[in-house]
């Protein structure tokens, strides 16, 4: 129990025995101060905050109490491994979560764990997921497929208002890594026409512009895009596609922009103007509508069309068809030309749609060489 005093009255006698008695009393209260202190100061991590995900190389707050100045001398490991010097104040300190952490690829829980010479440890758990390696390398996006139009008295046929037409395309990407790329597809210039991009078969929208491409992925990866002519329309428009990786910090190149200019009343530009296909006629069980052939089940159906070269050489024509399950394809083989053919070589196909038959491509594709041109039609039920 502590000493009790009692006032000292002017006139009495204060004796050792008494100074001695409020000196110890003293001592004990520094004491009691002293190892409050202690308590108060005592080292303690009260949260971490940084990058949500948080990785390895990204930088952290350690808040609590207790820290030493300079901030230097405190010891910060996190997984067990020494943290950068930390730099800060006596509540709060930054430092950088080892680069060289190891982390599973879910991503997991480490202590962080900080001494200094007033205590320690105090101890928190945060967690943390893998580094995020950026690829590099760049993107190419190559302009492979026109659409087939009606021929017009025997001439390539023509873009006309209110009509849809398919243009193939093909993306890769030339990275060290595998990634996720987005392509972009916009139309610049009159307002009314417009572009959207095609899922990997028929022709509804694709429910994501994200594509995966592998690490160096040298093989063309098919990316169809129909463009809507307006009812009306009378100005131009460049039909634009862009390819561009989207992981964060991303290092690949994206590629140059593939403009094609449209035009009401011109040819679909070709990726190679030396050869052109256009569709010539569609009888039997076989119709045109807009853009597509329309076939009747069970009945064969006739589709002419006409091959125009500008150049001389040997070239083959090899009609395929995608997905040809219900179609009977039989006739469907290699054509030899000869070049050049400014009138046009109409060539002809027949074909059946049986009861299982769906939408389906059919893709022309000549070959002179190095040289290769594909055309598509899209044939219905």
Do not use: C
């Amino acid at each position: 129990m502590p000493t009790q005093f009692s006032h000292v009255q002017p006139g009495d006698l204060i004796s050792s025995t008494l100074m001695n008695q409020v000196i110890d009393e003293l001592v004990a209260l520094r004491q009691l101060v002293d190892a409050l202190q202690v308590v108060t100061t005592n080292v303690a991590i009260t949260s971490i905050t940084g990058p949500n995900p948080l990785h390895p190389g990204d930088p952290i707050t350690i808040n609590g109490r207790g820290f030493v100045v300079p901030a230097s001398l405190n010891s910060v490991t996190i997984g067990g491994l020494a943290a950068p010097d930390p730099s800060g104040t006596s509540t709060q300190l930054t430092t950088v979560v080892p680069t060289n952490l190891g982390v599973q690829s879910g991503g997991q829980f480490f202590d962080v764990v900080l001494n200094n010479a007033r205590g320690g440890p105090a101890k928190m758990s945060i967690q943390i997921s893998p580094k995020v390696v950026a690829p590099a390398g760049h993107t190419s996006v190559t302009y492979k497929t026109a659409p087939v139009l009606p021929a017009e008295n025997g001439n390539p046929g023509t873009i006309h208002a209110n009509i849809s037409y398919i243009f193939g395309y093909e993306i890769r990407a030339f990275a060290n890594l595998p990634g996720n790329y987005s392509v972009s597809v916009t139309t610049v210039g009159d307002p009314t026409w417009s572009a959207v991009l095609l899922g990997d078969t028929g022709t509804s929208p694709r429910d994501s512009s994200v594509f995966p491409l592998g690490a160096d992925q040298v093989n063309g990866v098919p990316a169809n895009i129909r463009v809507q002519v307006n009812a009306g329309v009378t100005g131009t428009a460049t039909l634009r596609v862009d390819l561009v990786e989207t992981t964060s910090g991303t290092a690949v190149t994206p590629a140059n922009n593939i403009d094609v200019l449209l035009g009401i009343g011109q040819v679909p530009p070709s990726p190679q103007s030396i050869i052109r296909v256009a569709l010539d006629s569609a009888t039997g069980a076989a119709s045109v509508v807009g853009t597509t052939i329309k076939f009747t089940k069970g009945t064969p159906g006739t589709i002419s069309y006409l091959v125009f070269l500008s150049e001389a050489g040997s070239y083959t024509l090899t009609p395929t068809l995608s997905p040809s399950a219900g179609w009977n394809t039989s006739n469907l083989s290699p054509v030899p030309l000869t070049g050049p053919q400014i009138g046009g070589s109409r060539q002809s196909l027949i074909l059946i749609a049986t009861d299982s038959a769906g939408t389906a491509e059919l893709l022309y594709t000549v070959v002179r060489g190095q040289l290769i041109q594909r055309y598509a039609v899209t044939l219905t039920v």
